[in-house]
């Protein structure tokens, strides 16, 4: 697979939704405003972490099980539009993220990365934000997601509960 190939995998991420809200005109257009505006975490948001500046939400169209986006609360579009409050709590949450898709899945890898602009392959260019998502020696899920299939073995409630449930978790024992 190429690096092209791989990173092709994300591009399809709220697609669906962001052209339909797009074509609205909608001043709601954009869903991770929507999704900061939609209270506390809950297997309904997705939300698996709320901070004070930023939270972690289900990727609604993941490429593997626990696809989590990590999104500043403020609607902007570039990583330098961030505060440094911002930046470093986007950081942070992105780390305590990666500990608990480990603790949740226990994965063989994990991907992190971000799509910056429409030609890099953002769903959502207005709205920066991260990927971190878990990685299995074998796993097939960029593939079929480049072939326009994807193959989800649990659903986003299951992720939701195992996500929050292992994020609470480690948020605990580093107290
Ligand atoms: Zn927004």
Redesign the pocket.
Known sequence: MTLEQLWAGWRLEYVEEASAAERSGSADA?V??RI?DSGPPSADNGVVWRGPLTYAVLNAFPYASGHLLIVPLR?VPALGDLTEEESTELWRTTVAGAHALTCAYDPDGLNLGANLGRAAGAG?P??VHLHVLPRWSGDTNFMTAVAGVRVLPENLDDSWRRVHGAWAASSTSRG
Do not use: D, L, S, T
């Open positions: 954009c991770f405003c900061a609607h959502i207005k709205h």
